[in-house]
C-alpha cells in the first residue's frame, strides 16, 4: 500500500512552473534528499519541519524498506498539458462545483478522465470543466504534482513555509490532497 500526501497548484489551468527551478528551490529548503532509483527524491533533511504532522508523531522511514513497506520520498511530476486526475482507494464521492451535490457515479469520470473536458451536473445541469469537480482531499487534479510518500490521510499538512516557497516560486496558491493505493 501506498500513501500519499500530494500538493497541487490551487487551480489546475494555473500556468506552470519550469520543474529544475522548483527542484534547485525545493533542495534549497531541505525538502529534497538525493536521487532514488525510480526517479523520485530520498527525503530532504528538513522533511519532517516542512510537513505538519496532526496529533501523535508518526513512524515514517526515510528510505527505502526491504518489505516494500511506505518510506518518505518526494516525486515531482509534469507538467502535463492537461491535469492528471490522482484518486485512490481514499476517494470519496466528489462534490459539483454549482450546487455541491455528492456525485454518486464518480467512476466513470476517472475511467475516461483523459478524453473529458467538461461535465454536466445531473442535479443542477450546469456544465463545469471537469478540472473543478471538489475532490475534498481525498483525490485531486494537476499539471504539476509533488507526492510527499509516506503520508497517510490526514496525518499531514504542508507547512506555512512549504505553501510560501511554492507560491514564490510560480506565482500562484497551492492545494493539497491524499491518495492511497
Known amino acids: 500500500m501506498s500513501n500519499r500526501l500530494v500538493l497541487n497548484p490551487n487551480t489546475a489551468t494555473d500556468s506552470l512552473p519550469e520543474l529544475g527551478p522548483l527542484r534547485a528551490r525545493l533542495a534549497g529548503i531541505g525538502l529534497l534528499g538525493d536521487t532514488h532509483d525510480d526517479g523520485s527524491y530520498l527525503a530532504g533533511p528538513r522533511l519532517m519541519e516542512l510537513i505538519t504532522f496532526l496529533g501523535c508523531m508518526p513512524y515514517l522511514p526515510m528510505a527505502p524498506r526491504n518489505d516494500g513497506g511506505d518510506y518518505a520520498f518526494v516525486r515531482l511530476s509534469g507538467p502535463y498539458r492537461r491535469p492528471r486526475l490522482l484518486a485512490g482507494r481514499n476517494t470519496v464521492r466528489p462534490r459539483c462545483p454549482h450546487c ?32 473543478q469537480i471538489r475532490w475534498r482531499e481525498n483525490g485531486g487534479v494537476g499539471r504539476v504534482l509533488i507526492e510527499i510518500g509516506g503520508v497517510h490521510p490526514s496525518e499531514a499538512v504542508p507547512s506555512d513555509e512549504l505553501l510560501g516557497v ?4 510560480s506565482g500562484f496558491a497551492w492545494a493539497w490532497f491524499y491518495v492511497q493505493d
Open 100 to 131: 455541491n451535490t455528492v456525485i454518486a457515479d464518480w467512476r466513470p469520470i476517472r475511467e475516461a478522465w483523459e478524453s473529458i473536458t467538461d461535465w454536466h451536473c445531473p442535479h443542477c445541469k450546469e456544465v463545469s470543466d471537469a478540472t
Open 166 to 169: 511554492l507560491k514564490d516560486i
